[in-house]
């Protein structure tokens, strides 16, 4: 690369790098591979990279024009730079008040979904029944393990920290349940409204939400069951301290009764300063960055 | 000379994050969009490869590669990534009508740079066959064995040729960095050499 050719001694090495470029490397290579990085071939991060940076200067000098991002793709970035620069700015602080890094690893998967798309976020759809509490499930990472790239962590470190510090009140997953939530006088609760979406006509219910501990529950009655194949539910965060353009995406969820209460946890991905309105809409299945709102299920509005 | 977008990036400033994405937004969507991928898939690409820059900004060397091509880097190695994870090939990507033919209007020139020129002209160098098996391989992105069933050339042989040339190009590159010629002129000159032709 310019100047910084690194010595290969092993062109074995040289030639498993090739097949990585090109993406073509088998299981078996791909471990050979590792395992001589691994072992010291002495080539450095820059000579790591040296194929690939052939293959991508090919790349460039095949594009002859290039083509402008559409809108809702320049939207969606702009919702995620502001996000990145957010979550950066939280770890900083965090990390001065100590105790984060002790306490990311063992959520890292949460730390990669805070930063996914949602519509990568399948797995985190909660879906629930009568009178049940939809616990987080397993999440799926986003990008493959050791990919070079543990997507930007730091973004969900707030967030990691949270789920990660046990606090008293908390059930066998460590959240807090909806009955202490419920008792703490910090607590907000705001009832529901049926939005403009037919699917959310006849809602009824809460959201129960306290900001110092970053968690809530949403109780619904009447709303009604979604096909996730088709659509799902999602909810957004209006934070009066944000940009009412981007509301913080607080997780996607399905129902499927109407015949008693359906509670669902409330999972937003940037910490919430102050909570001006929850809106659920109805969305593609796994959810949407940017939501258009022409499907709004049901609106919680403080002080409505 | 004052920071580059992807240190400023590093240094955490925020304006340099839109700046990023004014900047390079239709360089990644473009290479997104080469690889096949159907729009959602692009859209997708484009986020995760923008997470992945801001993230490795502080990995940036400007005396190393370009902005554009470091980010270009990253984008292949996501993209990679993508097509494997979807267990698909680009050439058989679905058809959507989101991702239909661009207007020529909306399309900006790009200048392409000189060491991404240096790399075509090093190219052009190559044995014929090994120019034919690399063009297949990066420019439309075909596997190993589909490269194999379009030129009818053993898969070993195509194997072989990806690898020989890329390293080949390698070291091209290499000296021409090493040169201080990492420019078209320079890549011509290689071009010759490799040719076996006696450079003016």
Excluded at chain 1, 71 to 79: C, P, S, T
Aim: aromatic share 6%; hydrophobic share 40%; glycine share 10%.
């Amino acid at each position: 690369m310019r100047s910084h050719r690194a010595d290969f001694a092993d062109e074995r090495l040289l030639e498993l790098l090739a097949d990585e470029a090109v993406g073509e490397l088998s299981g078996a290579d791909c471990a050979e591979l590792a395992g001589r990085l691994g072992g010291g071939d002495g080539v450095g991060e820059h000579g790591r990279d040296e194929m690939v940076y052939v293959t991508a200067l090919l790349d460039l000098s095949d594009l002859r024009a290039v083509e402008p991002a559409p809108d809702r793709v320049l939207e969606g970035l702009k919702a995620a730079g502001a996000a990145w620069v957010a979550g950066r700015a939280n770890a900083g602080a965090l990390g001065q008040a100590g105790g984060v890094s002790a306490r990311t690893g063992s959520r890292n998967g949460e730390a990669r979904l805070a930063l996914s798309h949602p519509g990568r976020a399948r797995s985190n759809a909660a879906s629930v029944g009568a009178g049940e509490r939809a616990a987080p499930v397993a999440r799926r990472p986003w990008v493959r393990p050791g990919a070079g790239w543990a997507v930007a962590a730091v973004l969900a470190l707030a967030w990691v920290v949270w789920f990660a510090v046990p606090r008293a009140g908390t059930n066998e997953s460590g959240r807090v349940t909806l009955a202490e939530l419920a008792s703490d006088p910090k607590t907000l609760v705001v009832t529901w409204q049926a939005g403009t979406d037919s699917l959310g006509r006849t809602v009824t219910g809460r959201v129960v939400w306290n900001t110092e501990r970053q968690t809530g529950y949403m109780v619904f009655s009447g709303l009604t069951p979604n096909d996730p194949s088709s659509e799902q539910y999602q909810l957004w965060v209006f934070d009066a301290e944000r940009d009412e353009r981007f509301p913080v995406h607080g997780g996607v969820f399905d129902v499927r009764t109407t015949e008693s209460e359906v509670i669902v946890p409330i999972e937003p991905r940037l910490a919430i300063g102050d909570v001006a309105a929850f809106v659920v809409t109805v969305e593609r299945p796994g959810g949407v960055w940017v939501s258009d709102r022409s499907r709004i299920a049901a609106i919680a509005a403080r002080g409505g | 000379m004052p920071d580059s977008i992807l240190q400023q990036v590093a240094q955490g400033d925020p304006a340099s994050v839109q700046a990023c994405i004014d900047r390079y937004s239709g360089l990644v969507w473009s290479l997104a969009r080469k690889r096949g991928f159907n729009p959602t898939e692009c859209e997708d690409a484009v986020q995760e490869i923008f997470l992945d820059v801001w993230k490795s900004a502080g990995r940036f060397d400007p005396t190393v590669a370009s902005e554009a091509t470091f980010i270009a880097m990253i984008a292949r190695r996501r993209l990679i990534d993508r097509r494997r994870r979807l267990s698909r090939r680009p050439e058989s990507a679905e058809f959507d009508d989101r991702m239909g033919p661009v207007e020529n209007e909306s399309l900006q020139e790009i200048e392409v740079s000189e060491e991404a020129a240096a790399a075509a002209a090093a190219l052009e160098t190559l044995r014929p066959e090994q120019q034919r098996v690399l063009r297949l391989s990066i420019y439309q992105g075909l596997s190993h064995e589909r490269i194999a069933e379009s030129t009818g050339l053993p898969l070993g042989t195509v194997k072989t040729h990806v690898r020989r040339g890329l390293i080949r190009l390698r070291e091209i590159l290499g000296q021409q960095g090493e040169d201080g010629a990492g420019t078209r002129s320079g890549g011509a000159a290689a071009a010759r050499d490799e040719r076996g032709e006696v450079a003016p």
